[in-house]
């Protein structure tokens, strides 16, 4: 089984009186374990087909495959069931709960599938040790920099282990040397968890790290290394 499977996939935005396609007759398959990067320039559809993978969005046309499971016809309970037991999601900016410790960021997704307070202590703390950020676990996200804010956000997305994670552009507001740490902590956590890895990014020092990349333009993919 594929961890994603898109067949003709198509997105249409109406802006004013036209319609076009944001995502246009996109066809790919992620295998298993894979780490694939998503480029392309701004407004080449990128999020809007992250999103269509996570089941953020519905397509217009063809289907979405996640897992095994048909998600593009789902209901939104189901995909929802669906995102918070199988997918983690990092974005460009942290969405770290401001009034929340890193310890508690983290916990948050295993407190969602109401695990067990003892199960959720070990966790984290274990996830926080392996990513030496556990001098940080009662410190609260404001006193983090933006790096460790999104390793941070990684951590999160990842706690519950779920199959795939979809991540946009998560480097883009940081300095060369905290985007590599970013994707470092990626890197290690997608080999240590056997993780499936989209990341969208424009920024060729990322991409330029990953052995499978699409690019996309205007909504479809222009080339294909996978
Ligand atoms: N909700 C929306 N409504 C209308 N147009 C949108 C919407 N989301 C994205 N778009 C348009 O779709 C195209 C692709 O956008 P996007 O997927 O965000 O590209 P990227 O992530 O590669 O920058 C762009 O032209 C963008 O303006
Ligand atoms: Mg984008």
Not at 128 to 153: D, F, H, M, T
Not at 158 to 177: C, M, R, Y
Not at 190 to 214: C, Q
Request: net charge neutral; proline share 4%.
């Amino acid at each position: 089984m594929s961890a994603m499977t898109l067949k003709e996939v198509t997105r249409r935005f109406v802006t004013g009186n036209r319609s076009f396609p944001a995502v246009d007759n996109v066809s790919l398959t992620v295998r298993r374990g894979q780490r694939l990067a998503l480029v392309g320039p701004s407004g080449s559809g990128k999020t809007t087909l992250l999103n269509l993978m996570g089941a953020l969005d519905r397509p217009d046309g063809g289907t979405v495959q996640c897992l095994g499971v048909e998600l593009s016809t789902a209901s939104e309970r189901k995909a929802a069931d669906f995102r918070r037991k199988h997918l983690g999601f990092v974005f460009q900016q942290d969405a770290l709960v401001p009034e929340l410790t890193v310890h508690e960021n983290v916990e948050l997704p295993l407190v969602l599938l109401r695990e067990d307070a003892a199960m959720r202590r070990e966790t984290v703390d274990e996830l926080l040790k392996a990513l030496g950020l556990s001098q940080n676990a009662r410190a609260y996200p404001g006193a983090l920099s933006a790096g460790e804010k999104q390793r941070v956000a990684v951590a999160r997305a990842v706690v519950h282990s779920p199959g795939i994670l979809l991540a946009d552009e998560p480097t883009a507001n940081l300095d060369g040397i905290s985007a590599g740490w970013v994707l470092d902590t990626i890197e290690s956590l997608a080999r240590k968890k056997d993780l499936t890895v989209i990341l969208a990014t424009h920024d060729a020092r990322i991409f330029g790290r990953f052995e499978s990349t699409i690019r996309l333009e205007d909504g479809r993919i222009v080339e294909s290394h996978v």
